[in-house]
């Protein structure tokens, strides 16, 4: 069974930085990777995305100020952000889906709804 931890989240004032990690109890040969986050009284959106060859996309929102890397000797996945807003307050989530590359899902919310692991989430807080 994988499981999936976040850590990192925390309160910061706009244009700090936060680095957030996502530990794995285990990863498939294959798999796409993403980070998502939530807004209160906003529907969840995707934020980036990385998968088992290495593809890379990112949101429009945070192009250019967030990075999201991986450690798959330590199974870690990791979201480094810089030059916080107030807007990219919510709580972040790790998610996975074992077995398939990113390119197969057409969009964040496909890869959600077929993410079958989630994180239990941490809490982004960036005030103005």
């Known amino acids: 069974q994988v499981q999936l931890v976040e850590s990192g989240g925390g309160s910061v004032q706009a244009g700090g930085s936060l680095r957030l990690s996502c530990v794995a109890t285990?990863?498939?040969?294959?798999?796409?990777m993403g980070w998502f986050r939530q807004a209160p009284g906003k529907e969840r959106e995707g934020v980036a995305a990385?998968?088992?060859?290495?593809?890379?996309t990112y949101a429009d929102s945070v192009k250019g100020r967030f990075t999201i890397s991986q450690d798959n000797a330590q199974k870690t996945l990791y979201l480094g952000m810089n030059s916080l807003k107030p807007e990219d307050t919510g709580i972040y989530y790790c998610?996975?889906?074992?077995?398939?590359?990113?390119?197969?899902?057409?969009?964040?919310?496909?890869?959600?709804?077929?993410?079958?692991?989630w994180g239990q989430g941490t809490q982004v807080t960036v005030s103005s």
């Open positions: 990385i998968d088992s060859d290495g593809s890379i």
């Open positions: 998610a996975a889906e074992m077995g398939a590359e990113c390119r197969y899902y057409r969009d964040y919310e496909s890869l959600a709804a077929a993410s079958g692991y």
């Open positions: 285990y990863i498939y040969k294959t798999y796409c």
